[in-house]
């Protein structure tokens, strides 16, 4: 499986940006996909998870809930969005896709096998 992230860029606080996740090979049913991000000298950190058939969840960290929302792309199944509302400076970061295909805590970084390149989000105060 490759993962491909997209949908970065430079944006003020207050604003929104999507970003997608696509996936190439298969994907894992039941298992979760996730976004995790890494700002600058920090360590990464779990955003979002949804599993692949939409069963359960999503699950969000606590920075982030009421303003992101994870879904996947109903027409094009390999693939899943991130939308970022009301951003703030504090969600600059890298952003990656990760996939699994164990079961466990949709936070567990540890047992994703699959990440995708990162894409830079910028949010400008």
């Known amino acids: 499986v490759q993962l491909q992230a997209s949908g970065g860029g430079l944006v003020q606080a207050g604003g929104s940006l999507r970003l997608s996740c696509a996936a190439s090979?298969?994907?894992?049913?039941?298992?979760?996909v996730a976004w995790f991000r890494q700002a600058p000298g920090k360590e990464r950190e779990f955003v979002a998870a949804?599993?692949?058939?939409?069963?359960?969840?999503?699950?969000y960290a606590d920075s982030v809930k009421g303003r992101f929302a994870v879904a996947r792309d109903n027409a094009r199944r390999n693939t899943v969005h991130l939308q970022m509302n009301s951003l703030k400076p504090e969600d600059t970061a890298v952003y990656y896709c990760?996939?699994?295909?164990?079961?466990?805590?949709?936070?567990?970084?540890?047992?994703?096998?699959?990440w995708g390149q990162g894409t830079l989000v910028t949010v400008s105060s």
């Open positions: 990760a996939a699994r295909n164990v079961p466990g805590a949709p936070t567990d970084e540890a047992v994703y096998a699959y």
């Open positions: 090979g298969r994907t894992f049913g039941s298992y979760f």
């Open positions: 949804i599993r692949w058939n939409g069963a359960g969840g999503p699950y």
